[in-house]
């Protein structure tokens, strides 16, 4: 199954499916990005990030790619289990404009998965 | 949730008060973030603190503040002249000004009487 991000922020696949959720960023200064996993009534955690200089990382069972000409980040869940099931979030760090201001991440709107048994 | 810690984990508010929600971290992580999340949407970032004694607002900190007296804690105030203050507030921290990756705390969601 595969999301198309704001369009169509919510997934639905058979358990043991691959599972893509995709993401576009908005800003081309954008060295870092971060795709987390959010429970209901709970933190985000984090899942897997990929630095602006590559194009593909990969994890135990995820995979994150990186389009940076699109300006399009995805990724990929191998054999989607039901404990997969959450809200999806990409984020992007941007630097701030000064040493003292630091970076800080920009939230995308989330994708929710929902893995069907 | 890691070493972040928030409390309490729901808070109830009353018209023209103030309250006070806790964040504390011991991950020695330099940075530390506040971020509101209203239902079925994304984090939007309230204020951060990269080092003690300092801090910046984010992109909603209207009717907000916050303290970093030490570098584990970094409290924030939910003020009356926030409107409408019913949302799930996430902490978070970071290793260092290289590090980029945050870390989330539990979360508290904050209800209006």
């Known amino acids: 199954g595969e999301s198309v991000g704001l369009h169509l922020p919510t997934l639905s696949v058979q358990e043991g499916d691959n599972s893509i959720i995709n993401c576009a960023y908005s800003?081309?200064?954008?060295?870092?990005f971060i795709w987390y996993k959010q429970e209901s009534g709970k933190g985000p955690q984090f899942i897997i990030d990929?630095?602006?200089?590559?194009d593909k990382r990969q994890g135990q069972r995820v995979t994150v790619l990186l389009n940076k000409t699109v300006k399009h980040l995805s990724l990929q869940i191998a054999a989607t289990q039901p404990g997969d099931s959450a809200v999806y979030f990409c984020?992007?760090?941007?630097?701030?404009?000064?040493?003292?201001?630091?970076?800080?991440?920009?939230f995308g709107e989330g994708t929710q998965l929902t893995v069907n048994p | 949730d890691g070493g972040i810690t928030q409390s309490p984990k729901y808070l109830f508010r009353k018209e023209g008060q103030n309250v006070t929600l806790s964040c504390e971290q011991n991950?020695?992580?330099?940075?530390m973030y506040w971020y509101r999340q209203d239902p079925g949407q994304g984090l939007r970032l309230i204020y951060y603190?990269?080092?003690?004694?300092?801090?910046q607002k984010g992109d909603i900190a209207e009717g907000y503040s916050v303290s970093r007296e030490k570098k584990e804690s970094f409290p924030l105030t939910v003020t009356s002249a926030q409107k409408n203050p019913t949302a799930f507030y996430l902490c978070?921290?970071?290793?260092?000004?290289?590090?980029?990756?945050?870390?989330f705390g539990p979360g508290t969601r904050l209800l209006v009487l």
């Open positions: 978070a921290s970071r290793e260092g000004r290289v590090q980029e990756t945050q870390y």
């Open positions: 800003n081309s200064a954008s060295d870092y």
């Open positions: 990929i630095r602006s200089n590559m």
């Open positions: 984020a992007e760090n941007i630097h701030g404009l000064s040493e003292t201001s630091g970076s800080r991440l920009t």
């Open positions: 991950l020695n992580h330099d940075a």
């Open positions: 603190s990269q080092i003690v004694n300092d801090f």
